[in-house]
């Protein structure tokens, strides 16, 4: 099993439509948790971090379910600048090291 | 607002040479990291580095590659002896310490003939 998975998508979700993408994680020791943004031939950005409670920026809301090792992040009100790859990011036990997924991709269309 | 540089932006070189990346991670970050993608694929861990040393390495990470952080400000990863599948994008990240949020360079493109 991945150490982190994504479904690799390509997502293709009309404007205006809310979408959401999981991503599960095999170590349960993983602290941190992460959505990472990044745009083609760009390097990944922070998109938020995850918390235990949830989270909420604007359009962009993260969940973490601990106990079935999942983080969710549901994108509302899609715009087309929203197209990017979405990549699932948790610490391993140190703290300081980071599991990448493979990303999942998301096309908005017109 | 700070941030990491990289350079060069792209890098073109013939199989064989030796190359450096260069990277100058944000001031007051502790721990640093390099990352490679190729074209269409995931990220890739290379390495890390903290207080001077590798605190990890992946398989990738064989003995042509080498990190070094020369004069406190610099970090630097040197290919010996590239190969063609070593043409990818690499980026440089740093992590404060207070915190495990990862901050990019641009990326350096190298292109191996």
């Known amino acids: 099993r991945k150490e982190v998975e994504q479904d690799p998508g390509p997502f293709n979700v009309p404007e205006g439509a809310t979408v959401a993408f999981n991503c599960t994680y095999s170590?349960?020791?993983?602290?941190?948790f992460f959505w990472y943004r990044q745009d083609c031939r760009k390097e990944p950005k922070l998109l938020m971090s995850?918390?235990?409670?949830?989270n909420e920026d604007g359009r962009f809301t993260a969940q973490l379910n601990r106990a079935s090792q999942y983080i969710s992040l549901l994108i509302r009100d899609s715009k087309l600048s929203d197209s990017a790859t979405y990549l699932c990011?948790?610490?391993?036990?140190?703290?300081?090291?980071?599991?990448w997924g493979a990303g999942t991709k998301l096309i908005i269309k017109p | 607002e700070p941030e990491v540089t990289q350079t060069p932006s792209h890098q073109v070189t013939q199989m064989g040479q030796e190359v450096i990346l260069r990277c100058v991670p944000i001031?007051?970050?502790?721990?640093f990291y390099w990352y490679r993608q190729i074209l269409g694929q995931k990220v890739e861990f290379l390495v890390s580095?903290?207080?001077?040393?590798?605190?990890?390495k992946s398989e990738i990470f064989d003995d042509q590659f080498s990190v070094e952080r020369p004069d406190g400000s610099n970090f630097t990863l040197k290919i010996r002896s590239t190969k063609l599948e070593d043409s990818a994008m690499y980026f440089c990240?740093?992590?404060?310490?207070?915190?495990?949020?990862?901050?990019f360079g641009a990326g350096t493109r190298l292109s191996v003939l």
């Open positions: 001031s007051n970050h502790l721990y």
């Open positions: 580095f903290y207080n001077n040393e590798i605190s990890e």
């Open positions: 990011v948790v610490t391993r036990d140190s703290n300081y090291q980071l599991i």
């Open positions: 995850v918390y235990s409670s949830g």
């Open positions: 990240a740093s992590i404060r310490g207070d915190n495990n949020i990862q901050y």
């Open positions: 170590n349960s020791a993983s602290q941190s």
